[in-house]
């Protein structure tokens, strides 16, 4: 066995809903080396199997028994790689902590993701879902990224130097982002492996604060907000996502765990006009609703099944009190699911990815 394989390996620890989960094979990914050694393994001996790329594990749902190779980002480092007046140009490993990320750059003086702050997971997943908070997306800052197509790498022996050759970057057009999405979520696409992100970020503060709540959160700080700094902006960011979210390592979730789903400008004004307190925002010619104010409106915040809940203060979370399964998670989803459809005829999607043994690549 190479060195760094490790077999049935124990998950649970490894992602933030905590459920009861092991690999088949599992490889801690700490360099480029690393992954060229798993790589070549998983090609000699069991690309037949599918394959798992971790990061944080915040945003996913691992079944009992991934029968496959996961491979776990752990790489580090934040580079400069430009800068002049107005801004700079960081590239930062996949296995980077993603808020640890937020707070280095704040303090640097680099500007752009302090609403980002305090989302768990690590830097190499953030393009997957196209993370965002509080008015801002990570695809108004990403530049760039590399990735490696492991379906074209051929290998020989027991080294796996094509890995280079299939490294390449893709540009912010070329990640396809949209709501929660991205290229990377397509099946149809190539199977690619993200090492690294570059990110352009501001030298000097352009604040987005017109969500109420960040305001709200910046005035019990003390400070009126049109008067904040970045730093500001990040506490008060913190703050507020600590006020409505459970810490995954006190109580174990996947942070909001359904979209807020998009309708048409008829749906909006026929709800609106049933439910004259709906919470909903424009989404160009569209509306986005609040599918946390759907749920608790419904009732189901504070809702408790055997081993799983519904948040008593976040109708927007599932948690996970007592090691339940990825099944016993997502039969709570799907009742929620079929009420909502029910009394609103919105379908709520869920956000984390359910990971099964489809033979499928995914990062989280």
């Keep these: ?38 790589l070549a393994w ?42 002049d007046s107005e801004s700079v140009l960081i590239e930062v490993a996949a296995g980077e902590n993603w808020h640890d990320l937020v707070c280095y750059c704040t303090q640097q003086g680099w500007y752009g993701l302090e609403n980002l702050a305090l989302i768990p997971g690590a830097a190499g997943a953030a393009p997957i879902q196209n993370i965002g908070a509080y008015g801002v997306e990570l695809c108004q800052v990403l530049e760039s990224l ?35 999405d991205s290229i990377f979520k397509n099946p149809n696409e190539p199977r690619r492996i993200i090492t690294s992100i570059r990110l352009r970020l501001k030298r000097s503060a352009s604040l987005n ?25 990040l506490q008060a960011v913190c703050n507020l996502r600590r006020e409505k979210l459970p810490d995954p390592s006190e109580l174990p979730n996947v942070g909001s765990f359904f979209k807020n ?12 006009a049933e439910f004259a307190d709906l919470v ?51 039969a709570l989803a799907k009742k929620i699911q079929d009420d909502i459809w029910q009394r609103y005829q919105v379908a709520l999607e869920i956000e984390p990815r359910h990971i099964m043994a489809n033979g499928m690549l995914v990062q989280n």
């Design 42 to 83: 998983y090609k000699q001996h069991s690309s037949d199997l599918p394959l798992l790329v971790l990061g944080g594990g915040s945003n996913l749902i691992l079944s009992e028994s991934f029968p496959g190779l996961v491979l776990h980002m752990q790489s580090q480092g934040i580079d400069l790689l430009e800068e």
């Design 261 to 272: 789903p998009i309708v048409s400008a008829e749906h909006y004004q026929a709800l609106k």
């Design 1 to 38: 066995m190479p060195i760094g394989l490790v077999e049935n390996q124990d998950l649970s620890s490894f992602n933030t809903l905590a459920v009861n989960a092991s690999a088949k094979y599992y490889w801690a990914i700490k360099s480029e080396a690393d992954l060229a050694s798993a």
């Design 280 to 330: 909903a925002y424009p989404h160009g010619e569209q509306y986005k609703l609040a599918a946390g104010w759907l749920i608790d409106q419904a009732g189901w915040k504070g809702h408790r099944d055997e081993k799983v809940a519904v948040h008593d203060r976040q109708a927007l979370v599932l948690v996970n009190f007592q090691q339940g399964s990825a099944s016993d998670v997502l």
């Design 209 to 233: 604060i017109q969500y109420p709540g960040i305001q709200q959160s910046l005035k019990a700080l003390g400070v009126e907000p049109e008067q904040a700094r970045p730093e500001d902006v």
């Design 146 to 180: 590399h990735c490696v197509e492991i379906d074209g790498i051929e290998v020989d022996g027991p080294d796996c130097d094509d890995v280079e050759k299939s490294s390449h970057e893709l540009n912010n057009q070329q990640c396809q982002f949209a709501y929660r």
